[in-house]
């Protein structure tokens, strides 16, 4: 069974993402304090996915 949090609007995993849709970053969120590598990351669009109990939600954002 997944040890995911099951109150409404908890973040469960954030996944960074090419454009394409390749992942080249997860997190698997253990507390309410979530950090992001993004370093590793060269200059470019990438999707963020925000994984919740209530859905997932998909932001674009730009690395410089």
């Not at 253990?30 to 470019?44: D, T």
Request: charged share 15%.
């Amino acid at each position: 069974f997944p040890s995911h949090d099951s109150r409404p609007g908890v973040i469960n995993t954030v996944r960074v993402m090419t454009l394409s849709g390749q992942v080249v970053s997860e997190v698997s969120v253990k507390n309410s304090n979530v950090r992001v590598p993004a370093a590793q990351l060269s200059a470019g669009a990438y999707l963020i996915s925000v994984e919740t109990n209530d859905g997932t939600a998909v932001q674009r954002f730009t690395k410089q």
